[in-house]
């Protein structure tokens, strides 16, 4: 059921991760996209999954919400996964019509899951460990060279936020406008992909009626609090960098050092 969607959403808790300033958890994230993509053999990539593991572990956050926010994608890893499978190049192992499987096929298959289930646990950890308001001040903090050309940094940062926020309230809503549609005889399951796909129709047309009601009532609630922006605002919690933060730099420093090595001096699968 959507309902069971942790994606997006804010876990409080005092754990090593959730003490790390976000703006370090922001520029480790973004090494980790670009370090994910950089593995081209399964040292590399075993690396990259420990390092996952690790900042899981740290985060101390029940392993079953990140198993919910991998029932999202699964559809996507799996298609993604075959279709990498049977058009792989190189000499077939196995072949029947247009389908074939190789190694190189294969290894493509591997590297593919496990990159995007990696991207997707970190990115859950990221949401999990991190309020929407501290997401807030570490893009803000890390724009803000950005508003000598003014760029809106702050608007920006706002933005993104308050999608991260609202994630969990619209899987929520979701799930209760498809509850209400199936109690009024609505069939969703049966029928071929064009019936479904119509029968989506009285979910989606509430859904954003919904969303935009919400986005109005958001913007309500701002103009009546007289919030005009970043200009002159105060923070009442301020973020620091600690030395906990230097030694997460560190540990991602030394995985970023250990994917290059192993792309440099062993054989690439890819």
């Not at 049966?190 to 119509?198: A, E």
């Not at 986005?215 to 960098?241: F, N, P, S, W």
Request: charged residues 15%.
């Amino acid at each position: 059921m959507v309902r069971d969607v942790s994606f997006g959403q804010y876990f409080p808790g005092k754990s090593p991760m959730h003490r790390l300033d976000p703006r370090g958890k922001l520029i480790m994230f973004i090494a980790f996209i670009v370090i994910i993509f950089c593995t081209f053999n399964y040292v590399s990539l075993g690396i990259t999954a420990a390092f996952t593991v690790l900042f899981l572990v740290l985060s101390q956050i029940s392993p079953k919400f990140y198993f919910k926010s991998l029932k999202v994608i699964i559809f996507i890893v799996i298609f993604t996964s075959l279709l990498n499978l049977f058009y792989g190049s190189g000499e077939p192992l196995w072949q029947w019509g247009i389908l074939r499987i190789t190694v190189n096929g294969i290894n493509r298959a591997v590297f593919v899951t496990v990159r995007i289930v990696c991207l997707i646990l970190a990115g859950s950890c990221l949401t999990f460990t991190t309020s929407p308001t501290e997401l807030t001040d570490a893009i803000e903090r890390l724009m803000k060279p950005l508003k000598v050309i003014r760029f809106p940094v702050h608007e920006i940062a706002m933005m993104m936020s308050l999608a991260l926020r609202f994630v969990p309230t619209l899987l929520e809503e979701t799930d209760k406008i498809m509850a209400a549609q199936k109690a009024r005889g609505a069939d969703m399951e049966s029928g071929n992909l064009f019936k479904r796909v119509k029968a989506l129709i009285p979910i989606l047309i509430p859904l954003f009626v919904s969303a935009f009601r919400r986005a109005y009532d958001v913007a309500t609630a701002m103009e009546c609090r007289c919030y005009r922006g970043g200009a002159g605002r105060t923070r009442m919690k301020q973020i620091h960098l600690s030395a906990r933060d230097v030694a997460a730099f560190i540990v991602t420093a030394l995985t970023i050092g250990g994917v290059i090595v192993c792309n440099i001096f062993l054989k690439r699968v890819l």
